[in-house]
């Protein structure tokens, strides 16, 4: 099952094991169209809106006082909707208003009126202070969906004192501060403890800086009928994209099992390669090779039992300037190469390293030092390939490649994402909680949900490049390889949780837990 999706005037096809994220544009003309072309009145979808946070209100607390914080706009209106059910149910609530009632938006003055007098009152620091602490929850209606930039006046310090009272925090469709397309904070943000996101779930609750913001995000259903004929361009992986997985069957072999061939590799770094060469074969693939200098096979045998070594000339335990021939024979019938793990930063090997990603006949997948190599020659390298790229960074690696700084990244991530899929023509899996897999040329965006902690150690990287690897060289998609390996990796990681806590998972438990992670009695 396919989902058509609009992404600026291009249309896409989002896949059905993504579940559809919407961007700010995108849920502003969904509820144009319910409203002018589906009948639904907006003080309909408000009122919906208004229930659903009234019960994450109850459900959150049932019972204390509670302090809802108001904007100008639809978003404040629903936050009046709010205040009037939990009244007419006995709670006490104080409202408070960044504006005057006269400049709230038409459909929150009409639910203003409804509210007996006095209905709010305009916010002020120090009374609504007063107000906050007491309160055992606070609902953020101040700011929607289609907020961007920084709060200012009486709401950029509502918000503040909505931080400041470290109260449990109810946001309605997206905490304020945030940026509901990109995740991007550019000034204060309200700290949630529950986002309740209408309709669908929005893009920036799921990518830092936003994420961390959210809290805990339910989507609810406030009445939109669900055949919009507008869909996003962007999605939240699912558990079953597991349904993609190729199988072994009676007429596999090794070769058609998937091929895959790691280049990397030198002294002092073959932890790196050999994290991604198991991560390959626990993935499926059925014929691995390690390729690295020469110097350092004892060091593969004794780790590898079942994966192939192939001896590149090498210097002082690193690649060699003589190693690029060598390399892209044994690289030829591979279906998939993995380039740069435990390479080193040498000179002679980064340039191999980049001769390789130009002349590879095949998918690659790049990480580590790889990147490393390709810093400021993204375009100039890659971006005439003529075979799928997949690259794996981490911030500080996309902040190279790019020749930006890593802190740009952390504010800007979808957008970072983005800038390096669209310059290297390739699919940029950067990593997080939040790991975004951008697709060039205004692809689809894939948002992992996250939640594995104990994949924050070494060589979990390493190891998610190999699990890449083997779902290209089994013949799955580019980006559905990137996404499949994005979600393996992430259940595997929860599962190897499980024993010991996410405090003692070291990579190869993630390794040993990957076969798991692929039933569907796991996943899904």
Not at 9 to 15: E, N
Not at 79 to 91: F, I, T
């Amino acid at each position: 099952m396919l989902v058509g999706g609009v992404y600026g005037s291009r249309a896409l096809i989002l896949p059905a094991w993504l579940e559809p994220l919407f961007d700010a544009e995108i849920m502003r003309r969904t509820d144009a169209w319910a409203i002018e072309h589906r009948g639904i009145p907006a003080a309909e979808l408000m009122e919906r809106a208004g229930q659903k946070l009234a019960r994450a209100v109850v459900d959150l607390a049932p019972v204390g006082p509670v302090a809802i914080l108001c904007g100008r706009g639809n978003n404040g209106g629903d936050g009046l909707v709010v205040g009037r059910l939990l009244r007419d149910k006995g709670r006490e609530v104080d409202i408070w208003l960044t504006s005057e009632p006269a400049e709230l938006s038409p459909d929150a003055q009409a639910q203003l009126s409804r509210l007996p007098r006095p209905a709010a009152k305009l916010f002020s620091s120090d009374e609504s202070a007063a107000s906050l602490a007491k309160a055992t929850v606070v609902v953020d209606a101040l700011l929607g969906t289609g907020f961007s930039g920084a709060p200012r006046g009486a709401v950029a310090s509502a918000i503040q004192a909505i931080n400041d009272a470290e109260r449990l925090v109810v946001a309605a469709d997206v905490p304020s501060g945030v940026d509901a397309t990109t995740g991007e904070v550019n000034g204060v943000a309200v700290r949630a403890t529950v986002t309740v996101s209408f309709h669908r779930g929005k893009l920036g609750l799921w990518i830092a800086p936003g994420k961390t913001h959210a809290g805990s995000v339910t989507v609810a259903d406030i009445g939109i009928p669900p055949h919009a004929p507008l869909e996003a361009s962007a999605g939240l992986i699912s558990d079953a994209v597991v349904l993609e997985l190729p199988h072994r069957g009676a007429a596999s072999t090794k070769f058609s099992s998937g091929r895959v061939v790691v280049v990397g590799g030198s002294t002092g770094l073959t932890g790196a390669p050999t994290m991604a060469a198991l991560g390959a074969q626990r993935a499926g693939a059925g014929y691995v090779t390690v390729a690295a200098p020469a110097s350092l096979e004892s060091n593969f045998a004794a780790r590898l039992l079942e994966a192939m070594f192939a001896a590149l000339p090498g210097t002082n335990g690193h690649l060699g300037p003589d190693a690029l021939p060598l390399a892209l024979e044994r690289c030829r019938n591979a279906g998939a190469v993995v380039l740069g793990p435990g390479l080193g930063r040498e000179r002679d090997a980064a340039r191999v390293a980049r001769r390789l990603a130009r002349e590879l006949q095949g998918p690659l997948v790049v990480d580590a030092d790889g990147l490393n190599a390709l810093n400021g020659r993204l375009a100039r390298v890659l971006s005439e390939r003529s075979h799928p790229t997949v690259l794996t960074p981490h911030t500080g690696e996309l902040a190279r490649l790019l020749e930006i700084t890593s802190s740009e990244v952390d504010r800007r991530r979808l957008h970072s994402a983005r800038c390096a899929a669209d310059e290297a023509k390739a699919i940029v899996v950067l990593k997080g909680d939040d790991t975004v897999v951008a697709t060039p040329d205004n692809g689809f965006v894939a948002v992992s949900p996250g939640s594995a902690p104990g994949l924050a150690t070494a060589g979990t990287g390493d190891v998610l490049a190999g699990v890449i690897a083997a779902l290209l060289a089994r013949g799955l998609p580019p980006d559905v390889a990137a996404c499949a390996g994005v979600h393996l990796h992430l259940r595997a990681g929860q599962l190897a949780a499980d024993p010991h806590g996410p405090n003692a998972v070291i990579a190869s438990d993630v390794i040993a837990a990957l076969p798991a992670a692929q039933s569907l009695e796991s996943s899904l």
